[in-house]
Nanobody, 126 residues
Framework: QVDLVESGGGSVQAGGSLTLSCETR????????MGWFRQAPGMEREGVAI????????YYADSVKGRFIISRDDRKNTVHLQMNSLKPDDTGVYYC???????????????????WGQGTQVTVAS
């Protein structure tokens, strides 16, 4: 079965907004840190935003702080990423992720996340 189901990608002009959504099953949603990584053409994957399952502690890449907001909807087992003031550099494939953050580790290590979505394309035109 598919563990993480992504939606909400698309094309937008610079300065516009998009909202990504990621729905999962309760076993994952209730216990895992969740959020998104992204991969621009020719670049490596980078962490975008992550939220903890209970305290809702958030982590953001410096490049998106103040523009992106991650949130959780407990009733729907869904995490959302509101992306505002989008820039061309935000273009890439966005992957929903779920996993655990070890004490002493960094939030955006790829190895923290054992669950990955299929990816959704976000394109921001100049």
């Amino acid at each position: 079965q598919v563990d993480l189901v992504e939606s909400g990608g698309g094309s937008v002009q610079a300065g516009g907004s998009l909202t990504l959504s990621c729905e999962t099953r309760v076993m994952i949603y209730s216990s895992r840190f969740m959020g998104w990584f992204r991969q621009a053409p020719g670049m490596e994957r980078e962490g975008v935003a992550i939220m903890s399952p209970t305290s809702r502690t958030t982590y953001y890449a410096d490049s998106v702080k103040g523009r992106f907001i991650i949130s959780r909807d407990d009733r729907k087992n869904t995490v959302h990423l509101q992306m505002n003031s989008l820039k061309p550099d935000d273009t890439g494939v966005y992957y929903c992720v779920a996993g655990m953050l070890p004490t002493g580790g960094t939030w955006d290590n790829l190895g923290n996340f054992g669950y990955w979505g299929q990816g959704t394309q976000v394109t921001v035109a100049s």
